[in-house]
């Protein structure tokens, strides 16, 4: 019979990962006074900019109410901005503020420079394989 060690689980190992990716931006974002969650959601308003507020959540797989609070945090801080939809009065539009398009390269070479540094510990073939399997519990 085999004793009972948290380290055997898969989800153990996969929060472990986690965490020491959620310290590195921790750390990293302190100065800028942002936390992960909100490096995330800026990461995606980067990518499509002016967004519906429901397609940011899906993306982001969040449910409204953290993200309208993730969003007032952002907004006071200057990173975001909300506009009503012009096409749907029931909907809002998020975009980025000046703040945030003025850090875009930073924040860029953040999230690089962590990439890279778990790269260079599988070969190429591996980090695709890791990459495919994460996306694939994405999924789930």
């Known amino acids: 019979m085999s004793i009972f060690s948290p380290s055997q689980y898969i989800c153990f190992k996969l929060s472990r990962a986690m965490r020491k990716v959620q310290r ?9 006074e942002i936390t992960t969650v909100q490096f995330y959601v800026l990461s995606s308003l980067w990518e499509t900019n002016g967004v519906k507020f429901k397609e940011l959540a899906q993306k982001l797989s969040m449910d409204g109410a953290t993200l309208t609070g993730i969003l007032d945090r952002l907004e006071r801080q200057g990173f975001v901005t909300r506009e009503d939809d012009p096409e749907d009065r029931r909907s809002l539009l998020v975009f980025l503020a000046d703040k945030a398009k003025l850090h875009r390269d930073e924040f860029r070479r953040l999230a690089e420079t962590l990439d890279n540094e778990i790269r260079d510990q599988f070969s190429s073939g591996e980090f695709a394989t890791l990459t495919r399997v994460l996306d694939q519990i994405g999924k789930s």
């Not at 931006?25 to 100065?31: I, R, T």
């Open 24 to 32: 590195y931006y921790e750390v990293n974002l302190a100065p800028l």
